[in-house]
C-alpha cells in the first residue's frame, strides 16, 4: 500500500478509474478531481477503487461529488 500518500489528485483527462487504486492508503484524506462535479459524474469508477480507505466524498472544482464508485470494471 501507500501508506504515506494524504492527498490525491486525479485530472480532467482521466475517463476510468480501476479497483483498488488506493488500496490500504490509510492516510489519505483527501482526493481532489480538477474538474466539475458533472465532469466528474461521467468518469467510470470502479465500486472498489477507493477499497481500504475512508474517502467517502471528492473535492471539485465547484463543489463536492460523490466518491461511490459505479460499475465493476475488468
Request: glycine share 14%; charged share 20%.
Amino acid at each position: 500500500g501507500c501508506t504515506a500518500l494524504e492527498s490525491a489528485y486525479i485530472g480532467t483527462g482521466v475517463v476510468e478509474i480501476g479497483n483498488e487504486i488506493f488500496f490500504d492508503c490509510k492516510k489519505l484524506s483527501t482526493v481532489t478531481y480538477l474538474g466539475t462535479v458533472d465532469a466528474w459524474n461521467k468518469v467510470k469508477r470502479d465500486y472498489f477503487w477507493l477499497h481500504g480507505t475512508k474517502i467517502d466524498k471528492i473535492v471539485c472544482s465547484d463543489g463536492i461529488g460523490d466518491a461511490s464508485g459505479t460499475m465493476i470494471i475488468g
